[in-house]
């Protein structure tokens, strides 16, 4: 499946009736792959494209600086992911502080988040360390949808209640988000 089509090899000596045949006795396999790989949105920093940033979808310009005005995201065309991933630190430490805010704010929690930390992790989307008070956030967050990004802020300060990942813990994030199971399986699907 490439470019949004099936491509089928097979042998040369191979009778197309075979091939058809074979394709028509996979054909829910073959339509649940490409759901698959359809739900694993790969995202372009082409000149002219949209994309997600911090919840918010941006249109691309080239630009010689990076910068994000209005509904425009300007990422240097020498380099434009290494540009988008640059916005990503410079404002997610602000995001960031803004979800902590509003979870304790609105449940009435007292997580004190003294640290934000934006790093490129390879198999996590959130580290929290309760007694340095410090909570570090996978960079590339920055692309997912916002009710995921929202699980992982909330994922990560219950840890400041419960320091495992418990059935109590798991209770304690319910509390928060009722869904938490659905989000964290679209989670899973967008990696």
């Known amino acids: 499946y490439r470019n949004d089509t099936v491509v089928i090899s097979a042998p040369l000596k191979m009778k197309e009736k075979e091939i058809i045949n074979i394709i028509i006795k996979n054909e829910e396999k073959i339509y649940a792959l490409i759901n698959k790989v359809n739900k694993k949105k790969k995202f372009t920093f082409e000149n002219g494209s949209e ?13 010689d600086d990076e910068f994000i005005r209005n509904d425009f995201i ?8 290494e540009s ?17 805010d ?28 309760y007694r340095m008070k410090k909570i570090t956030f996978q960079l590339k967050l920055a692309l ?19 320091q495992n990942h418990s ?16 989000i964290n399986k679209r989670l899973k699907e967008i990696e």
């Open 84 to 100: 988008y991933f640059s916005l990503a630190r410079k404002y997610g430490k602000d995001f960031y502080r803004w979800r902590i």
């Open 51 to 63: 994309i997600p940033f911090y919840g918010r979808n941006y249109k691309i310009i080239y630009s």
């Open 144 to 162: 997912y949808p916002m009710e995921c990004i929202d699980y992982i802020v909330v994922h990560e300060l219950t840890h400041f209640k419960v």
């Open 102 to 129: 509003y979870y304790n704010y609105t449940y009435n929690l007292d997580y004190d988040v003294k640290q934000i930390v934006i790093r490129d992790m390879k198999t996590r989307y959130g580290v929290c360390n």
């Open 167 to 182: 059935k109590a813990f798991y209770d304690e994030v319910k509390k928060i988000m009722p869904d938490y199971k659905r």
């Open 74 to 81: 300007y990422l240097k065309s020498s380099s434009p992911k």
